[in-house]
């Protein structure tokens, strides 16, 4: 899925190893979303547009962890008819078509 925030970055407050790739005290750290969410060990075929997928939920569109989009739920209230409205439309045309939610 589209993520609407491409990436974010954050201050790292202390020395800190990622899967082997340390992060030192001082540095910023920026998460990509748009590629999470394309991340094929995540997500099987993961450019296609696919809000069935089993595992949708695991999208990073708005974040996770102690530091998750407070405004995630009013986001996605806000985003309620745009989703109806696709919910009407066929697979292939959503396929096709960016969704602004
Ligand atoms: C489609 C709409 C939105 C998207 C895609 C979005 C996405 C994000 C993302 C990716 C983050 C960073 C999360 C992280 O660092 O892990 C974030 C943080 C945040 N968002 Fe949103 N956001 C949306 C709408 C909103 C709205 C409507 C509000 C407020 C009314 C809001 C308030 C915040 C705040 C306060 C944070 C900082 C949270 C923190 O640092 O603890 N967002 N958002």
């Known amino acids: 899925m589209e993520a609407p925030i491409q990436d974010f970055s954050r201050y790292v407050g202390r020395d800190y190893d990622l899967d082997g790739v340390s992060l030192p005290e001082g540095s910023r750290a920026i998460i990509f979303y748009g590629a999470a969410n394309r991340d094929p060990r995540q997500f099987r075929n993961p450019d296609r547009f696919d809000v069935r997928r089993d ?39 959503i396929s096709r078509r960016k969704s602004a939610c």
Do not use: E, Q
């Open 55 to 93: 595992n949708a939920g695991r999208h990073m569109a708005f974040g996770t962890g102690p530091h998750i989009c407070l405004g995630m739920n009013l986001a996605k209230l806000r985003c309620g008819p745009c989703s109806s409205r696709l919910r009407g439309r066929s697979n292939a045309s």
